[in-house]
């Protein structure tokens, strides 16, 4: 059964830091463009970080460039966002996604994580 699942999320003061990982089961993240999106309240998804599995590169927005730091540990078949100095507008759902294709992160992406919700609030 493929799935990935997510887990770090949680509540956390202006400032603060959290790290993210994202569990995958079924097939090998090591094959696949990886990366993580999120969905603020009444906003769409967006791409927040992802690595190219073409070239190793790495794409982060630019709300997040300093910040955040996504990774991936392929013996764990694990992928990994750090965030720090986090902010209230990184309020939000965030998921993992992973495609065979897709390396712009952006748009379709072929497997979904189901979401694990990041509060930044004093």
């Known amino acids: 059964q493929v799935q990935l699942v997510e887990s770090g999320g949680g509540l956390v003061q202006p400032g603060g830091s959290l790290r993210l990982s994202c569990a995958a089961s079924g097939f090998a993240l090591v094959y696949y463009h990886v990366g993580w999106f999120r969905q603020a309240p009444g906003k769409e998804r967006d791409g927040v970080s992802c690595i190219n599995n073409n070239n190793g590169s790495t794409y982060y927005d630019d709300s997040v460039k300093g910040r955040f730091t996504v990774s991936r540990d392929n013996a764990k078949n694990t992928l990994y966002q750090q965030m720090n100095s986090l902010k209230p507008e990184d309020t939000a759902v965030y998921y993992c996604?992973?495609?065979?294709?897709?390396?712009?992160?952006?748009?379709?992406?072929?497997?979904w994580g189901q979401g694990t919700q990041v509060t930044v609030s004093s």
């Open positions: 996604a992973a495609d065979a294709f897709n390396y712009q992160c952006s748009g379709f992406m072929g497997y």
